[in-house]
Nanobody, 118 residues
Framework: QVQLVESGGGLVQPGGSLRLSCVLS????????MSWYRQAPGKERELVAA???????NYADSVKGRFTIYRENAKNTVYLQMNRLKPEDTAVYYC????????????WGRGTQVTVSS
């Protein structure tokens, strides 16, 4: 059974940091492209950061220089290190997995809430 379980969300003050984790089970993690998306109230879900099976990364312009995505294949885990958080980063953050090379299979986690507020 495929599972993606996010953790690490919470309440943080502006300027603070959080690290999100997404642990995967039920498939060969190393062959999947992994991404973090977020969805704020009243807004569409948007891509935050992505990392390929070859560890290439890309980021939304709004988080470049503040967020870092990385993966540890031995732990079946992808992380999102978030620094210098802003109130506009408040959202539910979702982990997403896409199989390679076909893209035939994809999976979503249930999300973890991040709230940036003083």
């Amino acid at each position: 059974q495929v599972q993606l379980v996010e953790s690490g969300g919470g309440l943080v003050q502006p300027g603070g940091s959080l690290r999100l984790s997404c642990v995967l089970s039920g498939f060969t993690f190393s062959s999947y492209h992994m991404s973090w998306y977020r969805q704020a109230p009243g807004k569409e879900r948007e891509l935050v950061a992505a990392i390929t099976s070859a560890h290439s990364t890309n980021y939304a312009d709004s988080v470049k220089g503040r967020f870092t995505i990385y993966r540890e294949n031995a732990k079946n885990t992808v992380y999102l290190q978030m620094n210098r958080l802003k109130p506009e980063d408040t959202a539910v953050y979702y982990c997403y997995a896409l199989s390679t090379p076909s893209g035939r299979y994809d999976y979503w986690g249930r999300g973890t809430q991040v709230t940036v507020s003083s």
